[in-house]
């Protein structure tokens, strides 16, 4: 099932381009997606690859080291990772000065209002629903980047 579904969706992305006008470079912004579900992981890192961006994946809440080498730009993390435990990952790299100043978002399938209430309580610069269509998850994920640009130029 898991395969059938990353395949639909690699397949989706090859009829669909996601790129969009003259996205400047956008391969200096590197995002890392938190997610313990592997077709999520992998729709994710292929939609915004294929916009430009250099991501990384890992599927728990161990990504310090991650945080360290690969220095993310933004970091996505799945509200339901680790029972349902990805806002409190968000409020821990709030509270650490090393990594207070990069875009931090909740990324989930939840109801809206639920995620931007967690969004809320943990400090998140935001939250982006799941989506099965990779040109909605780009432009939910640059709506996110310009918001938080916006506050931090």
Known sequence: MVANQALA???SLMKNPVASGNPGDRSAIRVLIVDDSPVAR???DTALAAAGYTTRTTENLWFSPLIKTFQPSVVLVDQNIGRDQGHLAIKA???NWLTSDICVALYSSLDANLLDQLAGECGADGFIEKTDDPKQLVARFEQLLNSFQE???
């Open 9 to 11: 969706w690699t397949e």
């Open 42 to 44: 992998y729709f994710a």
């Open 93 to 95: 790299l709030r509270n």
């Open 151 to 153: 506050r931090h130029p």
